[in-house]
């Protein structure tokens, strides 16, 4: 009995030790991320394929980390609005500051695409890049989301972070290909994902370079956009910045629909993930009306092509990283 | 005796296995690169530097192969005109076709930018990203140089094929950051260098995603400039592409001045490399007054900070990676 016992003990956690998923409820979801790997990874398999042309590329809002009830970047903006404002005695009278000190979101909106880029402005240039770092590093360190109270850090998808892992262990290259600003994720993605700075793609602005004083040269971040990569973007980016085409991709959003296209387009045996937003009580429930990280056509291209929808309420043991 | 002469062979062959950079005479510009790498990799060394902080960049033209008589880039390009010229009878007689097809270099530098343009224009555009890499592809296998009548891959330079996999094997991530176009460099980077699509930083050109047919979408390169990763531009590249500053940097012309300045402002160890074309025999002699390659203010600035410097007719026992 007692032998019995010991011996089931170690079977189960030889078992638990070998699920490199142990976030995700056993479900037709994460059998087709195993079988995938699988079939690329086995020498012999007929699906097989090299190390290097392992890529795998990640949506990042809304499919690594929460991405309500505002981009957590759009927080960090509004964030550095209020801590500049001191020495903006202006904004108390000037839209669109005005509006994000009185939380005036009606105010906010009808600031339009305006509004966005004087915030913009403020809050991501006329600075060197290694201070704008420091001001991102400051904020991920300080801020607490507001229905969860807690670091926005904490609301990172475990189960995703075990996906991470999992295709690192099968010699994957995991790649951030988000409609995110570079800068505002490479502070913190390589302690938080495991994923460093080169291997992260994001929108930008201009930036340019100073020769300094004292051999000390600065690049100094401008106030104008020069690289959007969300939707047809996305592939855009991923030609520039990785050069090859990736084997896997997940997305949660209209915007990764072109992403997912491309994945999907090529040779081979390939991957394609949506993560869809059904749980209010543990998350969040939206997809096709919402505005923030809608999920519509890329939804319906999905059924068809008969990529992978993972359910987070059924699908998701745990959602987020910190209990 | 016999027993001193099988020690001292086995010696001789430890100390060879031993050499990480054996077409590299023995010098202080060797010993300066060996000093540097032993310094940030030796544990408890003051100067150790976390492995994925170990960020190498490297020039590509002239620096890692040749650039004379014109850039390889701009070799292909013609090349490329000559072959679609049967498919253009109106080049016989428009400019800058017509010089090119007639080997006339006076009108073809009389058509200045605008015939440039129009030349990358018609060979670097209106084709999709799989169709150009395919031409690079058969281009890098047929072509010959001019001079040394072999391929240009095989006009590599050894010394530097040796310092890229030294680098490697003590935990350097090897990047090339050239004013070269990334889609021209990346379909034989790997394979010649070692050095994956991911981690080759260029020019670029503006690329547009194309939903395409039965699922089968496109990125078509079109045919505007996007960004030129030269001079000033190679910070800014390597801070877009990259997201953190090399602690070693090779260039070798007034081009790479900005990703030396770059490299050197950053703190703890640094090293900063030159290659200075001083053999006119085994390859070519050119500096401050080349128009191609010219090393002017950057020769200054190597010498004002105690950079290093390669003299290529005596630091480097062998130039080519082919015989």
């Given amino acids: 009995m007692l032998v019995s016992n010991i011996f089931l003990c170690q079977l189960s956690e030889a078992f638990a030790q070998s699920d490199p998923l142990p976030s995700w409820n056993e479900s037709p979801t994460k059998k087709s991320i195993i079988d995938f790997v699988t079939r690329v990874t086995t020498e012999g398999s007929p699906d097989v394929v090299p190390v290097p042309e392992r890529i795998a590329a990640f949506d990042n809002d809304g499919t690594l980390w929460c991405e309500k009830p505002v981009y957590f970047q759009v927080a960090f903006a509004f964030d550095r609005i209020k801590a500049m404002a001191p020495q903006h005695p202006e904004w108390k009278t000037t839209q669109p500051f005005k509006a994000i000190l009185h939380k005036d979101m009606q105010a906010l909106a009808a600031s339009g695409e305006n509004g966005l880029l004087q915030i913009m402005a403020v809050t991501h240039a006329g600075m060197t890049t290694d201070e ?13 989301h507001p229905r969860f109270n807690r670091p926005y850090t904490d609301l990172i998808y475990k189960p995703m972070l075990e996906l991470l892992t999992y ?4 010699g994957f290259k995991t790649f951030v290909v988000s409609g995110g600003g570079v800068e505002f994720m490479r502070p913190w993605m390589e302690r938080v994902y495991g994923i460093p700075p080169e291997q992260v793609v994001g929108s930008s602005g201009v930036v340019k370079f100073n020769a300094g004083l004292n051999g000390k040269p600065k690049l100094v971040k401008q106030p104008k956009i020069e690289f959007v990569d969300d939707g047809p973007g996305k592939p855009v980016g991923i030609n520039r910045f990785i050069g090859r085409r990736p084997i896997f991709a997940f997305g949660n959003s209209d915007g990764d629909l072109q992403m997912l296209q491309w994945t999907a387009g090529g040779t081979g045996a390939r991957f394609m993930g949506i993560v869809h937003h059904t749980d209010a009580e543990r998350e969040y429930e939206y997809d096709r009306l919402s505005k923030i990280g809608k999920l519509d056509k890329a939804l319906d291209a999905a059924a068809a092509a008969g990529w992978t929808v993972v359910d987070m309420k059924t699908d998701w043991k745990t959602v987020f990283s910190s209990p």
Avoid at 132 to 144: G, L, Q, T
Avoid at 167 to 170: G, K, S, T
């Fill in 132 to 144: 704008f770092s420091d001001a991102v590093r400051d904020w991920i360190a300080n801020a607490r």
């Fill in 167 to 170: 295709l690192r262990a099968n």
